[in-house]
T-cell receptor
Framework: AQSVTQLGSHVSVSEGALVLLRCNYS??????LFWYVQYPNQGLQLLLK??????LVKGINGFEAEFKKSETSFHLTKPSAHMSDAAEYFC?????????????FGTGTQLKVEL | GAGVSQSPRYKVAKRGQDVALRCDPI?????LFWYQQALGQGPEFLTY????????KSGLPSDRFFAERPEGSVSTLKIQRTQQEDSAVYLC???????????FGEGSWLTVV
């Protein structure tokens, strides 16, 4: 079974400050890892994903994440927060071995960006 | 259309009423998924189709939940005899094929009163 833990249901940063959203996963097989963003009353939008290869993954809107197998982590970062980054962020893990790319999501982190 | 389209966007149902939620995936997408997102939670997998075949329905919470995709395109999620705990956002998603990026719709918000 797979699971995802997102530490901190709410994170608040100042505009221009570093954004760090934490994600740890549990998987019995090599995982595929994802970060999604959800703006109010909208669906989920893919920020970035790790499948194989380079462990540092760059996504849209200046976000990036690093897959660290030894730490079972996939933390999301952005060097400088912008007001438009305020949203809910979900980390997810997928296992293709089961015949489908079923995603298991964390409970989400609400990011607040303050002036 | 350009994205995954869901209807209705908002539905209020009386307890015991049946509801049907529709999903139009991106044209040509083989894989289709339904997720349930309760307030303050992450989405949880309900079921998965590859074309018209329902390959995984392990996430459906009870036999009151039923999904179909008869022609391998549009899908309908039906909930019979709705209960208050069914109140959630129901997200549909599609991907071109297995392993490709999954695209989500904006969701159908169901409130059972």
């Amino acid at each position: 079974a797979q699971s995802v833990t997102q530490l901190g249901s709410h994170v608040s940063v100042s505009e221009g400050a570093l954004v760090l959203l934490r994600c740890n996963y549990s998987s019995s097989v090599p995982p595929y890892l994802f970060w999604y963003v959800q703006y109010p009353n909208q669906g989920l939008q893919l920020l970035l994903k790790y499948t194989t290869g380079a462990t540092l993954v760059k996504g849209i809107n200046g976000f990036e994440a690093e897959f660290k197998k030894s730490e079972t982590s996939f933390h999301l970062t952005k060097p400088s927060a912008h007001m438009s980054d305020a949203a809910e962020y979900f980390c997810a893990v997928s296992d293709l071995s089961g015949g489908g790319n079923k995603l298991t999501f964390g409970t989400g982190t609400q990011l607040k960006v303050e002036l | 259309g350009a994205g995954v389209s869901q209807s209705p966007r908002y539905k209020v149902a009386k307890r015991g009423q049946d509801v049907a939620l529709r999903c139009d995936p991106i044209s040509g997408h083989v894989s289709l998924f339904w997720y349930q997102q309760a307030l303050g939670q992450g989405p949880e997998f309900l079921t998965y189709f590859q074309n018209e075949a329902q390959l995984d329905k392990s996430g459906l919470p009870s036999d009151r939940f039923f999904a179909e995709r008869p022609e391998g395109s549009v899908s309908t999620l039906k909930i019979q005899r709705t209960q208050q705990e069914d109140s959630a956002v129901y997200l549909c998603a599609s991907s071109l094929k297995l392993g490709n990026t999954i695209y989500f719709g904006e969701g159908s918000w169901l409130t059972v009163v």
